[in-house]
Each structure stands twice: as structure tokens, then as C-alpha cells.
RNA sequence: GAGGGUGUAGCUCAGCCGGUAGAGCAGCGGCCUUUUAAGCCGUUGGUCGUGGGUUCGAUUCCCGCCACCCUCACCA
């Protein structure tokens, strides 16, 4: 990548070397330190009429170029859009036309002048003055667009997922959407957290390097400290260290942060994500429904105005209420069965008869899973919480208080797919603690996702935890919802890629 | 981890049944002081992902490897 040698580089940046020396010749820095720009493209473009005449000074990066002799046109973008500027001899005259002879598609430059609008109607920067800023060595993709009946077509667009990805930059530089996705990232973000602060709740930080890990059933990533001369684990979930926050007498704690999971990847799965997790104190898990409609839809509204969204096709309104139901009445609307208080042996027969496979270790619960997954879950289009799942496939979650085979648990899928997880949080450290206990016996007979005993933490329930609601939720998962990006790798800006060479 | 697909110039792509590569844009040279996929004339550029094999000869056929994408499995 960067250790190319020099026969790798090729003819144009060849060209674009001898420009940089012919620059510095002149006594011009290529590469300065600052400028004095006022104004933004698209304020020009949006308020012409305040603009018409007035000296502005942009700074940009050149993205196309017209010459014409003694005369040229190109586009310059900034951070806010694209503007088209006109640079001519007579107007900033000999040595600075010079300079301006020898810049490419990719510099970046600062320009002042009066704004115009062209013969042809566009809005335009007449150039008196025009500095280099930055010197391009590397030559970008040139997408060119034209306008055809109306509609806009692409030319030459860079598209190829792998360069996109590796090389981002470039596909912030050039492809216009990508910036907007990520720019509604930052918005769901902070809206998220203006949100959780607005309610009082506490954004805290706790170790992503823990001895133990805990808190999800997944494989963690394993790291050595060197001087402490220990194995550590990635976090693959915060919900056991904000549980001791809870113990320690906060009413509400939050953690927006990276978890790790050493999994697959795919198209929303990537080894190091963002999670939200939230635990309120004296709250049981319809608080924390109620709380994520809301949280959802004032987010939706904040970053798009709107309810109403399209994924990938399909409408979805987020406008609440969302509808609940239980894990077991979703399966009999699904598939015509009611599997609750079924043996594991009906169990076993219904999946057969629905053609779900499952293996001879499996429990009820995992079986029940399973047919939830295959036969459910792509039918929740719309914002639905499935509630109470049985116990054995939520080792942290409180035993429902009708039931004592399911807990208080809900999951909302929305488009197909689970975007959270959340439950009245298990604060008997006895239940913990056998609770645990089966875990570790799952362990021991080869899951390697089984939970892991943590006695510091059944401690810190022991000296007592206030009922509690937990929340967790997919971050990425959510931005991918709400601007209609069908991979994570699409809201993450540098997805995990194996190696370059 | 399994199956399928893709990999040719900086970008986007073409290259039929094997004869060592083409286009547009970008680049370079020339003309051009309101163009907008600017235009016109000329021109450079490729160890055809990588390593083997078959063949007189491979971008093209076969095998291994690498990377990416899709589907499935695991999961959020």
C-alpha cells in the first residue's frame, strides 16, 4: 500500500510529480498550512439571490475541469456540496494562471470571487484569486453525471465494493450518498444520546479489556496483557459491569461503545460493532418497551422527519404503539402450532413436521428458537416487540412473574430483523448463580457460547440490586434501518477486511 | 466453515469456439476566454489477481492459492 515501489507507480502520478516540482519551481507551495475560507458551497447555491455578485472565498477540492485556453470551468466540492467556479487569465491574471495550469481533478484549492450565474444558467464562482492547497498525486475515479430527461445518470461510477471499503476516503470523495449515510449515522448517534441524557440517565465507560467475559452468548476475542502477564478478553457485551453500576446506586446508566464478537461476518454482522445498552433502576421491561418506541421514533423524527420509512422496499411505520406479542403466539400465528408447555419431545416433533432442523443436544428452548428465526422473523416488517422467551435461553433475565418456565423479555424486529434485546433484569443472585451454574455445564459439554460464571458479579448482586429493566441495541443495525443500507459494511466506514497483500 | 459468482489500463467495462489485448472517461501534446458527460486533432498507458498444468502458442481451457460479493451455517 504504501511501500510501493517506484516502478509501481504509474504514468499520471509520474505527470503529477513533474507538475509538483514544476510548482515548486515557481516558489508555490503545494502543500500549505491554511486558509481563510468563508463561505460554504451549498450556502451560495441555496441563497443565491443574497449571494449574486458578492465575493465569497470556498475552499475545495477540484472534481471536474473544462480548459479552454485561456479560460476554464471545473467544479470545486466542500464539505457541503459541489460549486461550479470560472477561472480566466484576464481575471487573476498571468503567474496565478500559471499555477492554475498545472493543477489536476483532485487538488485542492481556495478561491475567491463574485458569484455569478453562468449564460447557461449555472451558479458559478468568477475567480479572482485562486491558491493551491493541497497538491493530488494519485489519480481519483472521475464520475461524471448528466442530466436526462429528468432523471440523473452516473458515468463511470466507483463501484467496486472491495476499493470502496479499503479505500473509503475515496468513496467519500467521490460517491456523494456515502457521506449522507454516514452523516445520518452521526445524527442517530446523537440523537440517541440527547435522548437518554434528556430522561436523566448517565452515560458512563466500562472496560472493554475484561478478565471475564459475559453478558451475551457469543466467542470472544482473546488478548495478552504483558506486564500484568494475563489473558484478557474483548468485551463481547457491557451488561455485566452497568449491572455493578445499577448495585452502586445509579438510577440510570447508558454506554454507547464497541463490543467485539469473533463470529462470521456478513451482511449485518461485523466483528466489532456499536451497542447501546441501558439499565434503569425500579423498572421492569414494559417501562423499557414503552421506552424504546418512543426512543426510536423521536430518533426517526429527529434525523428524518418522518415515521414512515422505506427499507429495502418494504414501508415501514414506525409510529407507535408497536405491536407486542409473545414468543409463543407469534410461532402459532406462523405456523398453526402452539407450542407452549410442550415437551421437548413434541417439540422435536414440530420442528420435524415444519422442516426445521435441529440437533440431538438441543433444549426446548433453543428449539423453539430456531423455529421462531426460520418461520417468524421475516414476517415482522413492522415494529414488533416479541415477548417472554423461555428461561433457559436468557441466563441474565428474571423469571416472569406469571411464569416461571419463560422470563420477562422482549426482543423488537422491525424489517425482518432484531434491532435490541431487553428484560427485567435477574437480581437474585441465588437464581444467578444456578442460573450461571447451567451454563457452565453447557460449557463443559462443548458450547462454546455458554456464559461464563462471574462470582465478582454474583457479589455485586448480593449486596443488592434494585429491580431493574436492561436494554441493549444494535446501533449499526438501526442506521442501517433508517437510511436503507442493505450491509453493515455500508454504516461502518472501515468494515473488517483481511489484509491488502 | 460449505456452495455459487467476480477479478483485464487510474475508473467503468468489451474481448465469440485458445493466435501474448480494446473502448469511453482520466492522463500527455496541440487548438479553444460562458463550459457542463465541453468539443476537435494527435498520443501514452496493461507481467489480463497469483502460482502451476495442458498446448507450437493461454487473458481465453484445467488445477491450486489469494481477495471481494452473494447464499447458507453461527450470531446482534
Known sequence: MSEEKPQDINQVMKARLEKLAQITEKNVNPFTYNYDREHFASDILEQFDQYENKEVSVAGRIMALRRMGKAAFAHIMDSSARIQIYVRLD?????????????????????????LKTHAGEITIKVTQLELLTKNLRPLPIVKEKEEEGKKVTYDAFSDTESRYRQRYVDLIVNREVNTVFMKRAKVISAMRQYLDDKGF??????????????ATARPFTTHHNALDMK??????DELYLKRLIVGGYDGVYEISKDFRNEGIDRTHNPEFTMMELYVAYKDYYYMMDLVEDMVTSIAKNVLGTMKITYQGQEIDLTPPWKRVSLYDAIKEYTGMDLYGKSLEELKAAAKQLNVETEDFWGGGKILDEIFSEKVEEHLVQPTFIIDYPVELSPLAKKHRKDPRLVERFEPFIAGREIG????????????RERFERQMALKEAGDEEAQILDEDFLRALEYGMPPTAGLGMGVDRLVMLLTDSPSIRDVIFFPTMRPEN
Open 91 to 115: 481575471d487573476v491574471g498571468e503567474a496565478e494562471y500559471e499555477i492554475f495550469k498545472l493543477l489536476d481533478i483532485g487538488d485542492i484549492i481556495g478561491v475567491k470571487g463574485p458569484v
Open 202 to 215: 448517565l452515560e458512563v465507560e466500562t472496560p472493554v479489556l475484561q478478565p471475564i467475559y459475559g453478558g
Open 232 to 237: 484478557l478478553y474483548m468485551r463481547i457485551a
Open 421 to 432: 434485546n431487553s428484560f427485567s433484569e435477574l437480581n437474585d443472585p441465588l437464581d444467578q
